[in-house]
């Protein structure tokens, strides 16, 4: 009984995958002399949300899946005005924040000057370090809220980098003993207890 119930599966298996040989590749014979291995099939990629591949110097591309020091991210921030065509050709992933874009690199998110002249304010002309898949206002609103609840900021929660919000951070890096860069890098971050 049991090989009758077997031969019957092994006879839809095979005409299966025959079918698939077949779908995958309707060029190659199908008759009694055609080869009884299936066809491989190529399964896409995944690529994920945040990666940034730069496509503009072998170099950055080594470094699309680490994150920068500050020092880093700023010598590779591109304060130049390029139209949307150029910055969809080089960067992965851009988002429209508040008045303006930004793109992601390396653990930053960065002014994209130039992809929509519509959309061109940014409170602050730099890299903005993230963590969590956050976008750059969630990240100034969370070290807003921290720097609020240690005393060092007085003001709303606005997810803008304004002078009010610099100085609030270069006062608490001077307190702790960070370098004084008045921006959110990646040790005040840790320091604040964020990421």
Same mark, same amino acid.
């Given at each position: 009984m049991k090989q009758l119930i077997l031969c019957p599966i092994c006879l839809v298996v095979l005409i299966s995958q025959a079918a698939n040989a077949q779908e995958s590749s309707p060029n190659k014979s199908t008759g009694p002399y055609a080869s009884a291995t299936p066809a491989r099939v190529r399964r896409p990629v995944e690529r994920p949300i945040v990666a940034r591949t730069p496509?503009?110097?072998? $170099? $950055?591309? %080594? *470094? %699309?899946?680490?994150r920068l020091s500050y020092t880093d991210a700023l010598r590779r !921030?591109?304060?130049?005005?390029?139209d949307r065509n150029w910055w969809k050709q080089h960067y992965i992933t851009i988002v429209l924040v508040a008045? =303006?874009?930004?793109?992601?690199?390396?653990?930053?998110w960065c002014p994209a000057w130039g992809y929509d002249p519509l959309y061109e304010?940014?409170?602050?002309?730099?890299?903005?370090? *993230? !963590? =969590?898949?956050?976008?750059?206002?969630? #990240?100034?609103?969370?070290v807003q809220r921290a720097l609020q609840?240690?005393? !060092?900021?007085? =003001?709303?929660? &606005? =997810?803008?980098?304004?002078?009010? &919000?610099? $100085?609030?951070?270069? $006062?608490?890096?001077?307190? #702790?003993?960070?370098? #004084?860069?008045g921006v959110v890098d990646a040790p005040t971050v840790e320091a604040l207890g964020l990421d």
């Open positions: 496509t503009a110097t072998p $170099a $950055a591309k %080594s *470094t %699309s899946n680490i !921030y591109r304060h130049e005005r390029h008045g =303006g874009y930004y793109y992601w690199d390396a653990g930053y304010y940014y409170d602050y002309d730099g890299p903005i370090y *993230t !963590y =969590g898949n956050l976008l750059p206002d969630q #990240v100034i609103i969370n609840q240690l005393g !060092y900021y007085s =003001g709303g929660l &606005t =997810g803008s980098l304004g002078s009010t &919000t610099r $100085a609030a951070i270069a $006062a608490y890096q001077r307190d #702790v003993g960070l370098a #004084v860069t």
